[in-house]
């Protein structure tokens, strides 16, 4: 018969890693908020429940033994194993929960209203995000799908189209290009654009270059989606937008008008590249059946700077 393993405390084995990575009894001790003669017997207790010794203390500090060499690894393995149990049953034990996130002016209710009715056991939940977060949102698993607009970074996820919707400019009523049926990109010229600091969203949203390698006029550095709107409305820039249903609710004081002549953007849906989950597979399922409009459905593949 195999040797029966030895009974080890994980509290002792954590103790361990800590002293490892201080190097220094004392100082370990501070950061598990202990004495350092009770560390020193908590490791004490581990090196006999392992019947061997797995550190030397010296005048330069404290060093792993040869079996201490051998232990470090499989012990940060047996504590991050512990981590991942103790999380596993904790998510079994509660009632499941799937975040779908959205980002600005983009509508997801009729999907996720659906996706309750069908999964009852289930809590699904609607989350904004920035415009700039649906990548890290899914890939930190702060939500499991994303709808957004592109340009998105596609490494490590799946993007799927849903809606083409076409472009505009956004101008201050009393702008020299308001009441147009439509502008080209020869009008706006000149005009400054707010930029971000992504290049990706700025080659897409500021058309930079333009076709002619021309960099588009710079505007003013924004985070937010409501700052672009105050620089138009305050009459320093212009600012490129999607023909959503919800330029109707525009601030007073400004106008759109059509922007002819450039590709029309895309909404998405964009999940993590290895989630089988059969809820993402359901929520796909329902945002192509009230999320999309044209094309439906069609795969992306990525054309602009990720």
């Known amino acids: 018969m195999p040797p029966t393993p030895p009974d080890l405390d994980l509290k002792l084995v954590r103790c361990f890693t800590v002293v490892v990575e201080h190097r220094h009894f004392g100082r370990a001790a501070d950061v598990l908020h202990t004495t350092q003669p009770s560390l020193s017997r908590q490791i004490l207790r581990l090196e006999r429940q392992m019947g061997t010794r797995l550190l030397d203390r010296s005048p330069r500090g404290t060093e792993l033994t040869e079996a201490g060499e051998a232990f470090l690894p499989l012990a940060l393995m047996l504590l991050a194993s512990a981590t991942r149990a103790v999380t596993h049953a904790r998510g079994a034990a509660r009632p499941r929960r799937f975040t779908v996130g959205y980002t600005t002016n983009l509508i997801v209710t009729p999907a996720v209203i659906e996706l309750r009715r069908r999964t009852p056991s289930v809590e699904v939940r609607a989350a904004h995000l920035p415009w700039n977060q649906p990548r890290e949102a899914l890939l930190d698993n702060r939500v499991d799908v994303v709808v957004a607009r592109l340009p998105l970074r596609a490494e490590g996820l799946t993007v799927t189209v849903l809606s083409e919707e076409d472009r505009a400019i956004v101008v201050p009523l009393g702008h020299r290009l308001a009441g147009r049926s439509f502008v080209t990109l020869d009008d706006i010229a000149d005009e400054p654009i707010p930029r971000t600091p992504d290049p990706g969203w700025n080659a897409f949203w500021r058309i930079d270059p333009r076709p002619d390698g021309r960099p588009a006029p710079d505007g003013p550095l924004i985070d937010d989606v409501e700052d672009k709107i105050e620089h138009v409305a305050a009459g320093q820039a212009v600012a490129i937008v999607p023909v959503g249903e919800y330029l109707s609710r525009l601030r007073p004081g400004l ?31 329902l945002a192509e059946r009230h999320l999309a409009r044209s094309p439906r459905g069609s795969e992306w593949a990525p054309t602009l700077s990720q």
């Open 255 to 285: 106008t759109t008008v059509p922007l002819k002549g450039i590709a029309p953007s895309q909404v998405v849906l964009a999940t993590r590249a290895d989630n089988r989950d059969r809820l993402v597979a359901a929520f796909r399922e």
